[in-house]
């Protein structure tokens, strides 16, 4: 395929095309179907046609169940795009293991604290979300996020004093347990959730999964930001040193605190935010679509529930690091939640019309394919790349040459 000029008037030629063998319409021929997705030949590894196990639609060269942070919490960009925001990130762990090792609380808690919401926000301009969602939106996510998590850290501080004011492993006992362990955590993270759901609430125009995605993901991660810094505040009067304080104690809260603890926010709140913008396509009404939001809402109650009973591991008698290893157990698990759910959004929810005789750049494969749903090439659905890149290469199309093929 090239992008020099055809014989046609408009640049357009006749695309061979095949039946789809799932949703039995004819597509632009291909490995995938363009219109819903599937492989055109039968894949072993595809487990049920719903799911697409072997394909992910926002990084197409990855298995859906392969462990991947960079795709998995920046859905948005490409294979290439995504490699600073590896380098970032481990920029923000080594920057929390230097905090650690040097014995430097103050800037530890604000390296954990605001390392992750800062990538986020990057993450958002690079995937044009102050373009194409409304600034108004964004902002109040942001500062309802910040009220909610000072206020929380505020109204629950004297009961949370003994669990947090103490070095993590000191335990309490009885009530205590239940009400510090259990039900402050899960109200936290109930609230983490309100930002996404009041903007969800003013009935955005634009109804996309990675929309809801980005709401939720940036008023998890901002919330727990907040909360952080005003709950470990105290420790900032201690000193720039802790010299006393042992090392192996601050490695633990770095992982805890900077790691699994905004990562698993985020990837609940966008978890959640995904299924709150889920739409259902008319036209696939037959096809079980309406369970697509309630696995998502499963998945993420399961991660909440869990997410919630990590509280009681942090009040109660067990060992530094197991408590560390619980989290970041926990992390994994709401990441492949969060990667699975995200994934069956792409795969089946409301799409934009298609016009499979004009031809569009895929970002993902960078090969010239039918403007459709999916690409027929490599899998990545459309709707993984932002409405300003869609935009901007559904005015500047390149053009087939006669005879060319698909995929």
């Known amino acids: 395929m090239t992008d020099t000029p055809d014989d046609t008037p408009d640049g357009n030629v006749d695309v061979p095309t095949t039946e789809c063998r799932v949703c039995k319409i004819e597509v632009p021929h291909g490995q995938f179907c363009g219109y819903c997705g599937v492989h055109i030949d039968k894949k072993a590894a595809d487990g049920p046609e719903w799911l697409r196990l072997s394909t992910s639609c926002v990084a197409p060269d990855e298995h859906l169940l392969r462990p991947s942070l960079a795709s998995s919490l920046f859905p948005h960009l490409s294979h290439r795009s995504r490699a600073p925001f590896r380098i970032g990130m481990l920029a923000l762990l080594a920057g929390l293991v230097a905090c650690a090792l040097l014995r430097l609380p103050a800037a530890l808690i604000a390296v954990a604290a605001l390392g992750l919401p800062l990538l986020f926000l990057i993450y958002l301009h690079e995937s044009d979300a102050f373009d194409d969602l409304h600034r108004a939106n964004l902002a109040l996510t942001i500062v309802l996020a910040i009220l909610l998590g000072v206020g929380w850290v505020l109204l629950t501080g004297q009961m949370m004093a003994k ?51 980005m709401f939720g993901a940036l008023g998890a991660t901002t919330f727990t930001a907040a909360a952080t810094l005003t709950r470990l505040a105290p420790q900032l009067t201690t000193g720039m040193v802790a010299r006393d304080r042992p090392m192996g104690s601050l490695i633990v809260e770095a992982g805890i605190r900077g790691v699994a603890v ?146």
């Open 262 to 407: 905004p990562l698993t926010a985020a990837a609940l709140g966008g978890l959640i935010g995904a299924a709150l913008w889920f739409t259902r396509p008319a036209t696939k009404a037959d096809k079980h679509v309406g369970w697509v939001r309630l696995v998502m809402i499963c998945c993420a109650s399961s991660v909440l529930v869990v997410y919630a009973g990590l509280g009681l591991v942090d009040v109660s008698r067990v060992p530094q690091w197991v408590q560390l290893a619980a989290h970041l157990a926990v992390t994994v698990v709401a990441l492949l939640a969060l990667r699975i759910g995200l994934h069956l959004a792409l795969l089946h929810e409301a799409q934009d019309e298609y016009a499979a005789d004009q031809p569009i750049l895929c970002p993902r494969c960078g090969n010239i394919v039918p403007d459709m749903a999916f690409c027929a090439h490599c899998g990545a659905a459309t709707h993984a790349s932002s409405r300003s890149s869609r935009s901007a290469r559904r005015e500047h199309r390149p053009v087939r040459e006669p005879g060319t093929d698909v995929g």
């Open 163 to 213: 669990s947090y004011g103490v070095p993590l492993g000191m335990g309490v006992s009885g009530f205590r347990i239940l009400r510090n362990g259990l039900g402050i955590p899960l109200g936290g993270a109930i609230l983490m959730l309100v930002p996404a759901i009041a903007v969800r609430l003013l009935r955005p125009s634009s109804r996309e999964a990675l929309d809801g995605f």
